[in-house]
């Protein structure tokens, strides 16, 4: 991350939310998470987001107009089908576009527009012992406070339930298990 880069997050969930964290601490200028509803665009500015936008067919305009140019690096969250196509369109020539969304279907894109962009793909793999041991340095450092999205604590009785609550209780964000 270059110190005052444009980052655009797609995906407002737990992993999003924390990626605007990081990229906030980590020194970057226009931090932008975008997503479908705004249900959670004052969690995502308490998170460290400089920007929060609907993520519709004028995305890239307004991401443009609010941070000087296209995103340097394009931080999919959302885990759906069609966001590396997305990613792909959005990011500005030479950027990277950051696949950290779990997406479980087959994704496909258009090659040409990351070729003719030469844009930088990098996958996250799941975590380490290493990102584990900066994330708690961070949290006990107070430099990241990931409290805003807690949203309570459930037996593991209680989790089914929750589970499905979940489901509708769109403003919900993280739940922590009680083994």
């Known amino acids: 991350l270059s110190v005052g880069a444009r980052i655009l997050i797609i995906g407002a969930g737990p992993v999003g939310l924390a990626v605007a964290a990081c990229a906030k601490l980590g020194g970057a200028g226009s931090v932008v998470v975008a997503a479908r509803t705004d249900r959670r665009a004052d969690l995502a500015i308490t998170m460290g987001a400089s920007e929060f936008m609907i993520a519709d067919e004028k995305l890239g305009e307004n991401f443009a107009r609010l941070a000087g140019g296209a995103p340097e690096i394009v931080v999919e969250?959302?885990?759906?089908?069609?966001?590396?196509?997305?990613a792909a369109g959005l990011a500005a020539p030479r950027g990277r576009v950051v696949m950290a969304g779990a997406c479980l279907q087959t994704e496909t894109f258009l090659p040409i527009v990351a070729t003719m962009k030469e844009l930088t793909y990098q996958f996250a793999v799941c975590y380490t012992r290493q990102e584990f041991a900066l994330a708690e340095k961070l949290i006990a450092g107070?430099?990241?406070?990931?409290?805003?999205?807690?949203d309570g604590t459930v037996s593991l009785d209680e989790l089914p339930k929750r589970f499905e609550e979940l489901r509708t209780e769109?403003?919900?964000?993280?739940?922590m298990l009680t083994p």
Request: with cysteine; charged share 25%; aromatic share 4%.
């Open 170 to 175: 769109k403003q919900a964000c993280k739940v």
């Open 142 to 150: 107070r430099r990241i406070d990931p409290m805003p999205m807690f």
């Open 77 to 86: 969250c959302a885990g759906a089908p069609g966001m590396m196509d997305l």
